[in-house]
């Protein structure tokens, strides 16, 4: 059985709340996972994750699923700046012990990976990424003659599946930064967040899919170039993030149980 606790307010002033789902046997030796949801930072919602959570819980994770502040009316840096808050709100609240912050590991999907490489460069957390977007700047420069649609197909009558992904891709990245401005684009590069303190990573990610596989190789050698630890797994197809996570969820798990073992032993 797993206990779930809806609209658990972290930030009152902004009224953002995230659901927990606990596992039966949670004690203090309980391990803490956070899954942060995607959908271009526009759209997807805690509640649309009901069965992952109690799947992670069922894993044997405390499991917390934010909401953070959606675009258009909230733009970048908004979502990174929630993701942020959150985990201080975690780390002071009754949910964790003092020195809970060895304990956290996460999942993010999509943009939701973005924030989460965000969050592992800085507090350390391992991590695994489902179709991460990384690179946002160069990308726009290099799509200037793309036109941006949520839906290319029906909007634009679009009928390759690479434009339809791409004018998605211009859509999403400019719902959030609200302008073409380059300086706030390298922002969101995951190129340009500080690794100080990354720790464990894997990465998922389809062969064909929306996030362009060249930029996460790319991604891997800059990480590699700092001598950090990274896993890449390229997987058949092109899904993105949701549409393979039913198939990954488990191997994703091991990833971070593996971890866990070595903190452990460390």
Known sequence: MVLIKKDIVYDQSKNLKTDIYFPNDTSSKTKILIFWHGGGWFRGSKDDLKKIGIHLANAGFMTLIPDYRLAPKYLFPCAHQDSDDFIHWL????YTDEDDIKNIVQIGASVGGNMALYLAGKY?????TW??????SNWIKNHANTIPSKDGANELGLSDPHQIREAFYKYFTLAYIGSEDNSLLEKIDASN??????????MI????????LASVLDFIQFLASQNHEVELLVIKGTGHAMDYAQDYLDESLDFLYQTIKRQDKA
Not at 124 to 128: A, E, H, N, S
Not at 131 to 136: N, Y
């Open 91 to 94: 780390l002071n609240s009754r």
């Open 205 to 212: 990610n389809s062969a064909d899919e929306l996030t362009p």
């Open 124 to 128: 350390g957390f391992p991590t695994v």
């Open 193 to 202: 967040f500080d690794f100080s303190n990354l720790k464990q990573l894997k």
């Open 131 to 136: 179709s991460a977007p990384l690179e946002f």
